[in-house]
């Protein structure tokens, strides 16, 4: 399976099928791609907020991808035409050779409206992903929790995408503390240096964790990919 970071949170997993994780590609200063240029089977959302959600739905009606997300999310997108299946924290199913399977997050998610309340948009989620003979789990926007370890005894993680920027989600020593409970065979960080609020240095959170734990650490610049 190819695994490409596009920025952010955003990454293309190219297998059996091809899936884009939180396709946030308009506005997003780290993104080398297009929204057109996108062509996935599923697009997966973790969370409402405009750099997770960011261009599914265009993506979606562009390309024809449906978009797998929590029941809420689903339904919002389903409002602008795009084909959805919504699913629920704890549920998994089939998608041709894909499995998916929703997991807990710990943030928020929701949307500004006109009026400058905010839509809520259900609960966030993460993401197991088996494809391949392989295993990705993207945390989505979380910070650390304890149940992180039954997510890693359940579903061996051959790599963990996880959010190391601090501010709105885990910092690099959270992310580290994930990375024992999760035991996954590498890590990608992801959601960082996007804007300065989220300034990280990922070769030092390499150097912590292959210090610390067995896992191997891969620093992906946007629009680089890894081998899994
Ligand atoms: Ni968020
Ligand atoms: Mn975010």
């Known amino acids: 399976m190819k695994i490409t970071f596009v920025g952010h949170a955003c990454f293309l997993l190219n297998g059996a099928s091809n899936v884009i994780i939180d396709p946030f ?5 780290a993104a080398g791609a297009k929204p057109e240029d996108i062509n996935a089977d599923l697009i997966l959302v973790s969370h409402g907020h405009a750099d997770h959600l960011g261009d599914a739905v265009a993506i979606a009606k562009n390309c024809g991808a449906t978009i797998v997300s929590v029941f809420e999310i689903a339904n919002y997108c ?15 199913n089939s998608f041709g050779p894909v499995q998916i399977k ?3 997050a710990l943030h928020g998610s929701g949307l500004p409206k006109e009026d400058g ?6 609960n966030p989620c993460g993401f197991i992903i ?3 003979g392989k295993t990705v789990y993207h945390s989505g926007d979380t910070g650390l929790f304890a149940d992180m370890g039954l997510i890693g005894k359940r579903h061996p993680i051959d790599l963990a995408l996880l ?7 885990m910092g690099p020593e959270d992310a580290l503390e994930a990375v024992k ?13 996007t804007w300065p609020l ?25 629009g680089a990919s890894y081998e899994l």
């Open 25 to 29: 590609i308009t506005g997003n200063p």
């Open 78 to 92: 389903g409002r602008f035409g795009a084909q959805t299946h919504p699913m629920h924290i704890g549920g998994s």
């Open 102 to 104: 929703l997991t807990p």
């Open 117 to 122: 309340t905010i839509e809520y948009l259900g």
């Open 130 to 132: 088996s494809m391949d």
């Open 163 to 169: 959010p190391i920027g601090d501010n709105f989600t």
């Open 181 to 193: 409970l999760l035991k996954p065979d590498t890590v990608i960080p992801m959601h960082y240096n």
């Open 198 to 222: 989220i300034a990280q240095n990922p070769e030092k959170f390499k150097q912590e964790v292959e210090r610390e734990t067995p896992a191997r650490v891969v620093v992906l610049s946007p």
